[in-house]
């Protein structure tokens, strides 16, 4: 059964601050890695994906990825109030063929308190 | 309409009812999916569709009837459901693989169910 693990938290972080996301997964030959947001009440929303090792800047979002490890993060810089909300992992399945077939964390629970 | 929109947003239903879940998609994509969001477990793809044609069935039990008549509609009949069954069922729709779908899925609201 592929498996996609996250830290259900709460995370609680102070404004300002980075906060980290991590994300592990079973099956070994996935090939794409995104991270979803979801506001409470509300429908998650794509932010971010990655395909290779390394690191994926976009503003102040920063995707990681091992596949070594088949680890995947998200880093948020300069946290804000308006960052808190649910952040959903969801890994492809290997060989990319299904169409939307991603499996999904439980997601972690983001807090940035002033 | 922009984007996804599902309706209806809340529904309550005793178990021996019918019902049915209705989602459209604005956006010119070919695939279209249901999911369900259950609380503390992760989003559980039900169904798949591409062009019409149903790719994907997550052995869903067959009191769940999906129905896409075309690339914009998408519908969930609901018949002797449980109580269990009650979650927040997402419809999603994307862009089909061949063009280099990279994952991203557009939700809509959701439709919040309640079976009694």
């Known amino acids: 059964q592929k498996e996609v693990e996250q830290n259900s938290g709460p995370l609680s972080v102070p404004e300002g601050a980075i906060a980290s996301l991590n994300c592990t997964y079973s099956d070994r030959g996935s090939q794409s890695f995104f991270w979803y947001r979801q506001y409470s009440g509300k429908s998650p929303e794509l932010i971010m994906f990655?395909?290779?090792?390394g690191d994926k800047e976009d503003g102040r979002f920063t995707a990681q990825l091992n596949k070594a490890s088949q680890y995947v993060s998200l880093l948020i810089r300069d946290s804000q109030p308006s960052d808190s909300a649910t952040y959903l992992c969801?890994?492809?399945?290997?060989?990319?063929?299904?169409?939307?077939?991603?499996?999904f964390g439980q997601g972690t629970i983001l807090t940035v308190h002033p | 309409e922009t984007g996804v929109t599902q309706t209806p947003r809340h529904l309550v239903m005793g178990m021996t009812n019918k019902k049915s879940l209705k989602c459209e998609q604005h956006?010119?994509?070919?695939?279209m999916y249901w999911y369900k969001q259950s609380a503390k477990k992760p989003l559980e793809l039900m169904f798949v569709?591409?062009?019409?044609?149903?790719?994907e069935n997550n052995s869903v039990p067959s009191r769940f009837s999906p129905e896409c008549p075309n690339s914009s509609h998408l519908f969930l009949h609901l018949h002797t459901l449980q109580p269990e069954d009650s979650a927040l069922y997402l419809c999603?729709?994307?862009?089909?693989?061949?063009?280099?779908?990279?994952?991203?899925?557009?939700f809509g609201e959701g439709s919040r169910l309640t079976v009694l």
């Open positions: 990655i395909y290779s090792n």
């Open positions: 969801a890994v492809n399945e290997a060989g990319g063929t299904s169409y939307g077939k991603l499996t």
């Open positions: 569709y591409n062009f019409k044609e149903q790719t």
């Open positions: 999603a729709s994307s862009q089909d693989h061949m063009r280099g779908w990279a994952g991203e899925l557009f």
């Open positions: 956006l010119g994509h070919n695939a």
